[in-house]
Every structure is written in C-alpha cells, then in structure tokens.
C-alpha cells in the first residue's frame, strides 16, 4: 500500500478515537429540566406496570 493510503487509514483511526473521547467526556453532561425528568419517570413506571399486568395474563 502506497503511503497515502498508510496516511488516510492513521487519519481515519485517530477521528474514530478521538470522537469516542469526546462521546465519552459529554456523556454525563445531558441537561434534562426536573419536570420532563418527572415525566420521564412517570411514563418509564406506567409502562412497567402495564408490562407487569401482561406478564400477570399469561
């Protein structure tokens, strides 16, 4: 392989790495408002309940 080649599949490598690192560091800054956090919450328990009276038919 030519060294350009060499060139672009470094270059390709160090982005993949480089966006994972900052997938990474901005993973726990998600800014979510209290109440949307609630309704969050809400929906997730309303559904767990629903998919507990299912479980609870068969």
Do not use: T, Y
């Amino acid at each position: 392989m030519p060294i350009i080649g060499w060139v672009f599949v470094i270059l390709a490598m160090v982005l993949i790495v480089g966006m994972l690192f900052i997938l990474r560091d901005n993973a726990g800054s998600m800014k979510i408002s209290k109440e949307k956090m609630k309704k969050i919450q809400a929906r997730k328990a309303e559904v767990e309940a629903e998919e507990a009276a299912e479980d609870k038919e068969w």
